[in-house]
Each structure stands twice: as C-alpha cells, then as structure tokens.
C-alpha cells in the first residue's frame, strides 16, 4: 500500500471555479511535504513545500495546507485558468521521499 | 539556464537491444536520480547519486545500470529492455541529497520496448 494517497485520481472543473486537491500520508517520521505541478509532456515543478510547522502557504492562486495530527494536506486552486490543468504530485519526506500517485486536473472553458 | 537535460525524450526499441538515455544538469547538484512513471503507480525511484562515484539502488533497479564518473551527468543504461520497462523516465537532481531538498525534473524520455 502507497504511503501517500492522493485523491481524487482525476478532476474536471470548468475555468474560473476554485478545487481542492487531497494528500494523505501515513509517512513516519514526517520531515516535509512538497506538491508539484506536472505539464503534459514535462517534468514536474515544485510549487510549495510545506514543514511541520507550518499550517498554510500561499504561491499566487495555489494555497497548500498541513495537518500534521491527522497527517492530512491539501492544494486548493483559486479561480481556476486553463493553464492550471496538469497533474499534481504530492510528495511526502521522512527518511525517504515517498510520491503520490497524483491528481489529474482539467480545467474547461 | 538552469536545467536538467535528458535525451532522447522518445525512443523506440526492440527487446534486447542495449541503449542508454543521457542525463546532464548544469546547476553544480550533487545529488541525481532516475524516475519511472507509470498510469496509476506514481513515480517510482529508480537509482540515485549522491555524488560523482557513489551511487545506489532505488524501489525499482532491476534491469537497469546507471554510473556517475562526472558530477553533471547521470546516465541510464537498460542492457536487455523489455516490454515491461516500457514506461516514462524522468531525471532529477537537486543542490544536496535528495529527502526534502527541491528536486528539478528534466522533460522526460518515453520509452517503448517493442
């Protein structure tokens, strides 16, 4: 069983509309979690990296979340824009770097 | 430009046949890794580098080779391929070793083994 489970697997929105993207880990011990954004056709980016102590970050329209007691972090996309649609991978560091199997997200006009 | 470079991003071969895909990063990292990416499974770590002549085995090694004689480049060497290494494979590499540090990806190789 993967220690990082995102959800849901694939997402349809059409443009201007916010979504929330889920990571839960069962990663031990937790050193952080970073999401990344994956174009069709490149390699993913990271976006946010998120430590223990922190609760929310924000990068533009892409606000990350951590819930370290529940082990719990989401990635909540404000008014949406076609150049949003990609996959989306969370990955989650403990002695290892453990990956999400990723969400993909399509945003329509 | 700071940059991972794979090559070739395509590539179609039969079983048996040896090649390898090329990985340069121009960024000084000492650290370099190998991904597969298939529908469903994520990506999953391959082998990495800590630095020039050190290297070891990810979740899934078998049936590749990789060796780090330069600190820029990280080659993958699949010496037999088969049907089931059919898959995306990206490089990575980031400032230090890889738990938790940025990693940046290059754009990929699809690979198909016919």
């Known amino acids: 069983k993967n220690q990082v489970e995102q959800s849901p697997q694939s997402l349809i929105i059409l443009e201007g509309k916010n979504c929330t993207l889920q990571c839960n880990y069962t990663v031990s011990p937790f050193s952080n979690l970073r999401w990344y954004k994956q174009d069709t056709g490149r390699g993913p980016v990271s976006l946010t990296i998120?430590?223990?102590?922190?609760n929310t970050k924000s990068n533009g329209r892409y606000t990350a979340t951590l819930d370290a007691d529940t082990k719990q972090s989401s990635l909540h996309i404000t008014a949406s824009q076609l150049s949003d649609s990609a996959s989306y991978i969370c990955?989650?560091?403990?002695?290892?770097?453990?990956f999400g199997a990723g969400t993909r997200l399509t945003v329509k006009p | 430009e700071a940059q991972v470079t794979q090559n070739p991003r395509y590539l179609i071969t039969v079983t048996g046949k040896k090649l390898t895909v090329t990985c340069s990063q121009n960024?000084?990292?000492?650290?370099m890794s190998w991904y597969r990416q298939d529908p469903g499974l994520g990506l999953r770590q391959i082998y990495y580098?800590?630095?020039?002549?050190?290297?070891d085995k990810g979740d899934v090694p078998e049936g590749y080779k990789v060796s780090r004689k330069e600190k820029r480049n990280f080659p993958l060497i699949l010496e037999s391929p088969s049907p089931n290494q059919t898959s995306l494979y990206f490089c990575?590499?980031?400032?230090?070793?890889?738990?938790?540090?940025?990693?940046?990806f290059g754009s990929g190789t699809q690979l198909s083994v016919l």
């Open positions: 960024m000084n990292h000492e650290y």
């Open positions: 990575a590499s980031s400032f230090r070793q890889g738990i938790g540090e940025k990693l940046f």
């Open positions: 990955v989650v560091s403990a002695d290892d770097m453990r």
């Open positions: 580098s800590m630095n020039v002549e050190v290297t």
């Open positions: 998120m430590t223990f102590s922190e």
